[in-house]
């Protein structure tokens, strides 16, 4: 059976996937080309991230597709219940890349309550001309213990998410429409582990209470968090986005920035993927990342041995 990786895969899944038999393609194949590349080579599953769209003409184009996999945890690029409908399997990696987006989470909280986002870029311009204005310029930051984060979106990133904050010494408060309470376990290097139950609120309490706000939610038919959930906000507040581009309304999130509202913001998704808007990458006020969330080696290791598990389940 021949399986195209089109947007990639770990070593690790490719060598499993090769013990099975499975013959593993990893060549990238524009999406214009991906039913005749398909049909030409009698493809029998094909696996995608975020960049490769799998829509209903293309299932329907290409009668070979046995299993469509998704290596991470979204499946909105995915006609997901079409797919079903005409018997093909289809399948993610939701616990695997779990850890590593709330670790970009703290990244860039970190980051940002120390201001390093701002001083990477002032530094080599003028760190031997100005280095006394900079460290006053960059004197004031703040920590994080102690302080309340919310979380919108408590599930497997959410709840790492938590993990992390409750080893920091931060205060949570999640919300979720699903979840309404989550034992959140803290394991330490030797062994040893506490678990925190945490209960859910409501999200404008969430909005009023916390210093800095984690959205962890599949895309939105509108915004989460518009003008009007911002002004709900404690001054001050910072947000981090490593969901996805649509559930903060940008526009507004720049003139939060622009009036003091929010302090902080993070991004690693945007609307408009791959050209964000130009006035968000020119933001000193803001700490950016391309879409990387999942992207560490061992997310993709753990989201590739995941995914030949399930295949050779599946398929053999």
Do not use: W
């Not at 590349?37 to 329907?60: C, G, K, M, P, W």
């Not at 992390?164 to 979720?176: H, K, T």
């Not at 939060?256 to 991004?267: H, R, S």
């Not at 808007?277 to 969330?293: A, D, F, T």
């Amino acid at each position: 059976m021949k399986i195209l990786a089109n947007d990639g895969i770990s070593q690790s899944g490719i060598e499993d996937l090769k013990k099975e038999g499975f013959e593993v393609i990893t060549t990238k194949v524009a999406q214009t080309q991906l039913e005749k590349f398909i049909n030409e080579h009698q493809i029998d599953a094909i696996l995608v991230r975020s960049a490769t769209q799998i829509r209903q003409e293309l299932i329907d184009a290409c009668p070979s597709i046995k299993l469509i996999g998704r290596g991470g945890v979204g499946m909105d690029n995915i006609d997901v219940d079409y797919a079903k409908s005409q018997g093909v399997h289809v399948i993610n990696t939701p616990n695997a890349s779990s850890s590593s987006v709330a670790e970009l989470v703290f990244a860039h909280l970190f980051g940002m309550v120390r201001f390093l986002h701002q001083s990477n870029r002032e530094m080599p311009l003028e760190g031997d001309s100005r280095f006394k204005h900079l460290k006053k310029a960059y004197a004031e930051g703040i920590e994080l213990r102690g302080k309340k984060i919310g979380i919108i979106g408590f599930g497997r990133i959410g709840q790492e998410v938590a993990k992390i904050a409750l080893g920091l010494g931060m205060e949570v408060i999640a919300n979720d429409h699903y979840t309404e309470s989550a034992p959140i376990r803290i394991e330490f290097f030797n062994g040893q582990h506490i678990t925190i139950p945490i209960h859910t609120s409501d999200l404008d309490t969430l909005l009023k209470k916390s210093d800095f706000i984690s959205l962890h939610v599949p895309v939105q038919k509108n915004y989460l968090i518009g003008e009007k959930e911002i002004q709900k906000m404690k001054n001050g507040v910072g947000i981090v986005n490593a969901a996805r581009g649509g559930v903060i309304d940008e526009i507004a999130l720049i003139k939060a920035i622009e009036t003091g509202k929010v302090k902080f913001a993070g991004l690693d998704v945007f609307e408009k993927e791959p050209t964000p808007e130009i006035q968000l990458l020119m933001n000193p006020e803001l700490s950016l990342s391309p879409h990387i969330g999942a992207a560490t080696k061992e997310a993709q290791d753990r989201i590739g041995t995941e995914l030949a598990k399930q295949i050779t389940t599946l398929l053999k």
